[in-house]
């Protein structure tokens, strides 16, 4: 069994930065595809973006493309999801998950693991 938590959520003004950080622990994590989700108030959970096993293949929804990046660390068991220009609209609850398989599904429930989630909350 996999646990996943995230950190740091918080508010932050239009046009900011922010860096989220998802610690897993009770696997290998090396063997998990890793991604990032959100879920708006009121809105169905999204995809945002997933890096392979590997370190070697990134892919973002094209909302965050350009000013989001996501990056894993298989040494200290850590995905990180680095937010750049911000927008009201990115605010939600950011939720990172794990699969054992090559690639992450961008179907959040087909995934094997989730952690709570963490507020990112964006003022204009």
């Known amino acids: 069994q996999v646990q996943l938590v995230e950190s740091g959520g918080g508010l932050v003004q239009a046009g900011g930065s922010l860096r989220l950080s998802c610690k897993a622990s009770g696997g290998t994590f090396s063997r998990y595809s890793m991604g990032w989700f959100r879920q708006a108030p009121g809105k169905e959970r999204e995809f945002v973006a997933a890096?392979?096993?590997?370190?070697?293949?990134?892919y973002y929804a094209a909302s965050v493309r350009g000013r989001f990046n996501i990056s894993r660390d298989n040494a200290e068991s850590t995905v990180n999801l680095h937010m750049g220009s911000l927008k009201p609209e990115d605010t939600a609850v950011y939720y990172c998950?794990?699969?054992?398989?090559?690639?992450?599904?961008?179907?959040?429930?087909?995934?094997?693991?989730r952690g709570q989630g963490t507020q990112v909350t964006v003022s204009s």
């Open positions: 890096i392979s096993r590997s370190d070697e293949t990134t």
């Open positions: 998950a794990a699969r054992s398989s090559a690639w992450i599904s961008a179907v959040e429930v087909d995934n094997d693991y």
